[in-house]
Nanobody, 119 residues
Framework: QVQLAESGGGLVQPGGSLRLSCAASGMPFSPYFAGWFRQAPGKDREFVAFISTSGSGTHYADSVKGRFTISRDNDKNTVYLQMDNLKPEDTAVYHC????????????WGQGTQVTVSS
């Protein structure tokens, strides 16, 4: 069983950048598929990005494609989400997600980190 903990959220102005981190503990993270989801108040949970176990395969929601980059460092048991050119509509709680098989979502979740984009 793996535990996930997000960090790096905060308040930024439109057009700014932020990097989220998802640190895994309890088990080696290299066999896990991973990704990010977000949820804004009053809205459904939304898929953001996915990364394969090796990091060679990625997939993004159309709404963030070209602005967000997901990556991972298995030696550090960490998944990252680099967010550039942030927009107010990116405001949400961002959750890290992982699983040992290719399901959407996987069964493991972090507690979430708040991202607020406002001037």
């Amino acid at each position: 069983q793996v535990q996930l903990a997000e960090s790096g959220g905060g308040l930024v102005q439109p057009g700014g950048s932020l990097r989220l981190s998802c640190a895994a503990s309890g088990m080696p993270f290299s066999p896990y598929f991973a990704g990010w989801f977000r949820q804004a108040p009053g809205k459904d949970r939304e898929f953001v990005a996915f990364i394969s176990t090796s990091g060679s395969g990625t997939h993004y929601a159309d709404s963030v494609k070209g602005r967000f980059t997901i990556s991972r460092d298995n030696d550090k048991n960490t998944v990252y989400l680099q967010m550039d050119n942030l927009k107010p509509e990116d405001t949400a709680v961002y959750h890290c997600n992982a699983g040992l098989v290719l399901t959407t979502p996987g069964p493991y979740w972090g507690q979430g980190t708040q991202v607020t984009v406002s001037s």
